[in-house]
């Protein structure tokens, strides 16, 4: 791993320019043979690390896995980059090298089964937001068709104005006169990529061929909130629970071990759930009776419960506070809070007195 690491970095150095002056600087041509010499010494090391895994592992079970596999032809294709270097496509495939980690690491591995299975689960998803997104699309078209237009002056915004200056009054480069544009304006707005300033236009929007006017439709920004939320956060979420869930199902099928029965993988799960159980503190009544009585009080569930009241009507006094307020109501606010906080120290020096 440090090695394919090193190589990362390696790679990382490159950089377009070198030595595109005659003659080269002496600087640039240290570069590039470092980085040419570095390359062809971890594509030989690597070749040589496959081969030993080949003859370690064995012909049948190092084909038979995929893993293995995946190694070899990165390293193929790190040797034909360097076999023949003018062909642009091998040296970009030379990418591919940290891909390696996968399979020295079994967590990489488990989120990489995770995302192949959750695939057909995806299409369908994917399947469902193209419905969305053209259904939405369609909608933007009925409101917005021709609405997005300005002028080729720069600063003209009225048509009349721009047709006498010789200008042409064109569609702005984001609009809505036919479907595709219109789905690719809320793709935008789904992405929360500066969505505001297309939900503003939008509230700008008067009519076919006319000018902006400024909050003239203020009710069209529910449609650009309802793509924002069912695309932007409700869809995306999806996503993220159907990674997670075949995530979850991988890494339990990974903890199942091939060598124990199923008596033996339930002492096992017992055992995890035994070992994150915690234990409490239980605090014994007190013996002197004031103390037990107040001991009595302070663990009874009704107390908690009060003092939760209290904390929600302190919060609710807070919300209330506001600029401009006059002189009587920031004083009873003030005594208000001094209550609170009484009430806050008559609970603390209860507990202490009946708990400790």
């Known amino acids: 791993i440090a090695f394919i690491s090193l190589n990362c970095l390696v790679l990382a150095l490159e950089r377009p320019g070198l030595c595109s002056t005659q003659p080269c600087p002496r ?3 240290i570069h590039l043979d470092v980085v040419s010499h570095a390359d062809t010494f971890f594509a030989v090391f690597f070749t040589l690390e496959v081969c030993l895994v080949l003859v370690a592992r ?3 079970i190092f084909w038979r896995d995929g893993w293995y596999f995946l190694d070899f032809a990165i390293v193929v294709v790190s040797l034909a980059a360097l076999l023949w270097p003018g062909v642009g496509i091998l040296r970009s495939l030379r990418a591919l090298r940290p891909l390696r980690v996968i399979v020295r690491t079994e967590g990489m591995r488990i989120i990489l089964w995770a995302v192949l299975c959750a695939i057909p689960q995806m299409a369908w998803l994917v399947f469902f937001v193209m419905l969305c997104m053209v259904m939405f699309g369609i909608i933007g078209v009925q409101l917005f068709m021709g609405t997005h237009r300005l002028c080729s002056i720069p600063g003209v915004e009225d048509p009349q104005a721009c047709a006498l200056g010789g200008g042409q009054w064109v569609r702005g480069h984001w609009n809505y006169d036919d479907l595709g544009s219109s789905m690719l304006s809320f793709f935008v707005v789904s992405t929360q990529s500066n969505w505001d300033a297309y939900m503003f236009a939008g509230m700008d929007a008067v009519g076919a061929n006319q000018a902006a006017v400024r909050d003239a439709n203020p009710t069209m920004a529910w449609i ?8 932007g956060f409700f869809l995306m979420n999806v996503f993220t629970g159907i990674l997670m869930s075949n995530f979850q199902r991988m890494q339990a099928l990974a903890d199942r071990s091939i060598f124990m029965t199923r008596a033996q993988q339930r002492w096992v799960n017992t055992k995890r759930v035994l070992d994150c159980i915690t234990l409490h503190r239980q605090i014994a009544p007190p013996a002197v009776p004031w103390r037990l009585r107040l001991y009595k009080v302070v663990t009874h569930s009704h107390f908690d419960d009060g003092i939760l009241a209290v904390i929600c009507l302190n919060a609710l006094v807070l919300m209330t506070a506001h600029s401009d307020a006059s002189e009587h109501y920031e004083t009873a606010q003030k005594w208000v809070s001094y209550g ?5 120290l008559v609970e603390a020096a209860l507990k202490i007195l009946g708990l400790t």
């Not at 650009?224 to 069912?230: H, N, P, S």
């Open 224 to 231: 650009f909130v309802t793509v924002l939320v069912v695309n």
């Open 27 to 29: 600087s640039e041509q």
């Open 340 to 344: 609170f906080a009484v009430v806050y």
């Open 58 to 60: 064995g012909p049948r």
